[in-house]
């Protein structure tokens, strides 16, 4: 789904800590610690929970299969500047 480098940079592209993460996903900071540090396994509806919250603050993740190579980019968010 994605990889802890990813996550990283998409918090960053947020702006957002660990703690912000958890709090607007409804996980816990620890989970997202151990996830980017460790590479822990975390399940998957953890994963999708990330991505959710990071997607409405406007992160997109870019998959290797779509032509744009693993990543995540900044878009515009709809009524947000």
């Known amino acids: ?5 990813q996550l990283r940079a ?3 592209l947020a702006d957002w ?3 912000e993460l958890a ?3 409804g996980t816990s ?10 590479g822990s396994d975390p399940k998957r509806s ?3 929970k990330w991505r959710s919250a990071l997607g409405q603050a406007g992160v997109e993740f870019t ?4 032509g744009r190579g693993e990543g995540v980019r900044f878009r515009a968010v709809k009524g947000k500047r």
């Open 17 to 19: 800590s660990r703690e």
């Open 10 to 12: 998409a918090r960053a």
């Open 23 to 25: 709090e607007q996903s």
């Open 63 to 66: 998959d290797p299969e779509d």
């Open 29 to 38: 900071a620890e989970t997202i610690k151990r996830f980017e540090i460790q």
């Open 1 to 5: 789904m994605f990889t802890p480098a």
């Open 46 to 48: 953890t994963l999708i």
